[in-house]
């Protein structure tokens, strides 16, 4: 009866999302918020038919968390579509580095003042937090390879990157706290955990995404081979990076980021541009199979093809994965030991930390007023932080004190997840009504 139960309750979500998916799109409401509604409902604190434990489901949350990040990562890395010499590219990184540290070290400083933790603890509650999630931040990324939008921009690079900056600074706490090797003079830290573990895992990313993607175009090209199963493709990738990054101690997340992007730039330097884009949808729209085959395997539109078919099967998977995660999160709040300190400790992440790290970060830096705003807006937090969560209680945290971090990541997870997906859709929609004005005024 319980799995009829929940076939019953999953399967009328997700028709729900289906039928609703354009109306809730201009209302002030995001999907997550009703995922979260229902992990609330299937949880001990209503129906009692899902039961989530922070500490005791560790291991689980965890692995879970992880393969969602890594779909979104993929994902965002494949919108990504300008050269690396793009100025574009400078919002992203400033952000993934330079407002990364400057949040860590704020909300570092704001634990140790007030929260009364450890160094290390307080370092690691500012690497748990200060990433952006690439998965329920969908709304404010780019929606197409084609958006030149530099704040969508912004925010889909940086919920890429910063997934991977966050790590050094999560062993850096979890060292401190004495269970995680940092070296003498924390030397090791810095030659394994920062710069090899950084340089290696974008760079096996991008050399398998690169290596793939051009294995793929020629079996297709030169012998009408590997045609179709382009799921398996995304999966395939993903996986072989993230495996690699890891047995060579390097960061999983930034080889599947980078491996995104290298797909999508190798189809940019082989395929024909516009004209490559206007033939692909107009061959996914033919429900003939032997002409998506044929556009498959052509010299010039085989690569906008390919990557195109990876995109829509990985995005597709992103959002199932989204359900699973969010549902989750609501389903383990009952086990949640909250602190009162929260009440501060959020406001103070989002409203003042946030924008101040934004402005310090994008100094200099030729973008509007309103993309600068939003930006600092939109820091949404969410499945990033709570794998870096999982990942540190299962590295030996002291109970009490992982009691309190779990208390405080879960309560700035749901704020967010409540006042991004409240403020979301009016805030982007006037963003937009302000470029379509400014577009026409010149």
């Given at each position: 009866?319980?799995?009829?139960?929940?076939?019953?309750?999953?399967?009328?979500?997700?028709?729900?999302?289906?039928?609703?998916?354009?109306?809730?799109?201009?209302?002030?409401?995001?999907?997550?918020?009703?995922?979260?509604?229902?992990?609330?409902?299937?949880?001990?604190?209503?129906?009692?038919?899902?039961?989530?434990?922070?500490?005791?489901?560790?291991?689980?949350?965890?692995?879970?968390?992880?393969?969602?990040?890594?779909?979104?990562?993929?994902?965002?890395?494949?919108?990504?579509?300008?050269?690396?010499?793009?100025?574009?590219?400078?919002?992203?990184?400033?952000?993934?580095?330079?407002?990364?540290?400057?949040?860590?070290?704020?909300?570092?400083?704001?634990?140790?003042?007030?929260?009364?933790?450890?160094?290390?603890a307080c370092i690691l509650l500012g690497a748990i937090?200060?990433?952006?999630?690439?998965?329920?931040?969908?709304?404010?990324?780019?929606?197409?390879?084609?958006?030149?939008?530099?704040?969508?921009?912004?925010?889909?690079?940086?919920?890429?990157?910063?997934?991977?900056?966050?790590?050094?600074?999560?062993?850096?706490?979890?060292?401190?706290?004495?269970?995680?090797?940092?070296?003498?003079?924390?030397?090791?830290?810095?030659?394994?955990?920062?710069?090899?573990?950084?340089?290696a895992g974008l760079a096996i990313g991008w050399a398998?995404?690169?290596?793939?993607?051009?294995?793929?175009?020629?079996?297709?090209?030169?012998?009408?081979?590997?045609?179709?199963?382009?799921?398996?493709?995304?999966?395939?990738?993903?996986?072989?990076?993230?495996?690699?990054?890891?047995?060579?101690?390097?960061?999983?997340?930034?080889?599947?980021?980078?491996?995104?992007?290298?797909?999508?730039?190798?189809?940019?330097?082989?395929?024909?541009?516009?004209?490559?884009?206007?033939?692909?949808?107009?061959?996914?729209?033919?429900?003939?199979?032997?002409?998506?085959?044929?556009?498959?395997?052509?010299?010039?539109?085989?690569?906008?093809?390919?990557?195109?078919?990876?995109?829509?099967?990985?995005?597709?998977?992103?959002?199932i994965g989204e359900v699973a995660i969010v549902i989750?999160?609501?389903?383990?709040?009952?086990?949640?030991?909250?602190?009162?300190?929260?009440?501060?400790?959020?406001?103070?992440?989002?409203?003042?930390?946030?924008?101040?790290?934004?402005?310090?970060?994008?100094?200099?830096?030729?973008?509007?007023?309103?993309?600068?705003?939003?930006?600092?807006?939109?820091?949404?937090?969410?499945?990033?932080?709570?794998?870096?969560?999982?990942?540190?209680?299962?590295?030996?945290?002291?109970?009490?004190?992982?009691?309190?971090?779990?208390?405080?990541?879960?309560?700035?997870?749901?704020?967010?997840?409540?006042?991004?997906?409240?403020?979301?859709?009016?805030?982007?929609?006037?963003?937009?009504?302000?470029?379509?004005?400014?577009?026409?005024?010149?």
């Amino acid at each position: 009866m319980e799995f009829a139960l929940w076939s019953v309750i999953v399967g009328l979500l997700l028709v729900l999302m289906a039928l609703a998916g354009t109306v809730l799109k201009r209302l002030p409401l995001s999907t997550a918020m009703l995922y979260l509604l229902v992990g609330l409902g299937v949880s001990p604190l209503a129906l009692d038919m899902l039961s989530v434990d922070p500490r005791l489901d560790a291991h689980v949350l965890e692995r879970v968390a992880e393969v969602v990040v890594l779909l979104s990562l993929f994902t965002a890395g494949l919108k990504l579509s300008p050269g690396l010499h793009d100025r574009r590219w400078a919002l992203p990184v400033r952000l993934a580095l330079n407002s990364m540290i400057v949040t860590i070290t704020l909300i570092a400083g704001a634990a140790y003042l007030f929260l009364d933790l450890p160094v290390g603890a307080c370092i690691l509650l500012g690497a748990i937090l200060a990433p952006t999630d690439p998965v329920l931040a969908s709304e404010v990324q780019l929606q197409e390879p084609g958006d030149r939008d530099k704040l969508r921009f912004a925010l889909t690079g940086e919920g890429g990157l910063n997934d991977g900056t966050a790590f050094p600074f999560v062993m850096l706490g979890l060292g401190l706290l004495g269970v995680h090797e940092l070296g003498p003079l924390g030397m090791r830290w810095l030659a394994v955990d920062v710069l090899w573990a950084t340089v290696a895992g974008l760079a096996i990313g991008w050399a398998l995404g690169t290596a793939i993607g051009r294995l793929v175009l020629f079996l297709r090209r030169e012998h009408k081979e590997a045609l179709g199963l382009d799921d398996f493709l995304a999966l395939g990738l993903i996986g072989l990076s993230y495996g690699c990054a890891l047995l060579l101690h390097a960061y999983g997340f930034l080889a599947v980021f980078a491996a995104g992007v290298a797909l999508r730039r190798l189809e940019q330097r082989q395929s024909a541009g516009e004209a490559s884009t206007e033939s692909v949808e107009q061959a996914m729209a033919d429900p003939d199979l032997t002409v998506q085959e044929t556009m498959a395997s052509h010299p010039q539109h085989g690569p906008a093809f390919m990557a195109q078919a990876v995109l829509g099967f990985n995005e597709h998977a992103e959002r199932i994965g989204e359900v699973a995660i969010v549902i989750t999160i609501g389903a383990l709040l009952w086990a949640v030991k909250w602190d009162s300190a929260a009440l501060w400790f959020v406001p103070l992440l989002l409203l003042v930390i946030r924008p101040v790290a934004v402005r310090l970060g994008l100094a200099k830096v030729s973008v509007s007023r309103n993309q600068r705003w939003l930006i600092g807006w939109f820091g949404i937090r969410g499945v990033g932080s709570l794998y870096y969560l999982m990942y540190a209680v299962n590295h030996g945290l002291e109970p009490r004190l992982a009691d309190q971090l779990i208390g405080l990541t879960v309560s700035v997870v749901v704020t967010s997840i409540v006042v991004h997906g409240i403020s979301v859709t009016p805030l982007m929609a006037a963003y937009e009504r302000a470029l379509s004005r400014g577009r026409a005024g010149r």
